[in-house]
């Protein structure tokens, strides 16, 4: 267990895009039902730019604020009321770093015990802190909304990005028959991932809807995208099929779905850490997708470059320039 009492982290002190602050601040015991995990890895998404800059006013937490949703380490202390983990298990999990919740940029971090499982033996501290959030939107979508079944065709727009690259994995483990839109330079990593690339420039909607299922559309389409893609997919289901969208922050027009009798649903990822609300359907996800990676069937892929504390700054600058896939820095 820690004796440490205070930690370094970087400090969020306005919503006005300036950098970071680097700090020492105060660690605290861990509270009932939390566990405090020595944090080696924060994963960078999305999300965790558009929050430092003032651009997702449903999760900003107060400041100053620690940011940083995902992370991977290792548990130090135990609070009471906890169980299923103990000091020196090695843990990730989509954990804060919105209203009120401790992100992962700093040493440690106290979090709900709920929101963690054990990480895949596997993987890195690295990969597994790129895997937490990507990993929980894709199976919310294609399990608890979807209900994929094998021998389904899913179709995912964006298949080679964050959220799209474990859809494809995900929904090939479950055993459906997987297709992805990319564009040209990303089309290899789709297939690789063991999906059908549609080169979405090239191809229209309709006619992919009928070279790869004779026109009757497909049974699952999950759109990472939004825009004009989600626009796209409420076209591509079949009749009574279903529609699921990560990105639905637009005006839709939904007659085109509604004339096929299509469930839509959106996933909101944030959800359970904002309300407290099934924190602990999050853990119990997070447990499925470590088995499956463990099995082989399931892997982050990571951008190259490293980032630490000290360049925590560059990593956001990354996310937002449209990294390779997932970025992910180095605490520990």
Known sequence: M???????ALILDNYDGAPFRDARIDLASPGPGQVQVKIHASGVNPIDYKIR???APYAMPALPAVLGTDMAGEVVGVGADVSGFAVGDQVYGLTGGVRGLQGSLAEYANVDAMLLATKPKNLTMREAAALPLVALTAWEGLVDRANVQPGQKVLVQGGAGGVGHMVVQIAKALGAE?????????QALVRELGATAIDYTRTSVEQYVQDY???QGYDIVYDTVGGASLEASLGATRHYGR????????PQNLAVSSLRSADISGVFVLHPMLSGERRQHHGDILRRI?????????????????????????????????ADIKVVIDIL
């Open 178 to 186: 997987v297709f992805a839109t990319a564009s040209a330079g990303k």
């Open 243 to 250: 529609i699921v969208s990560c990105a639905a922050f637009g």
């Open 53 to 55: 800059k003032g651009q």
């Open 290 to 322: 470590a088995a499956l990676v463990e099995a082989g069937q399931v892997r982050p892929v990571l951008d190259p470059r490293r980032f630490n504390l000290d360049s925590a700054m560059a990593a956001h600058d990354a996310v937002e320039g449209g």
């Open 2 to 8: 820690t004796t440490s009492t205070s930690m370094r």
């Open 213 to 215: 299922t004779d026109g």
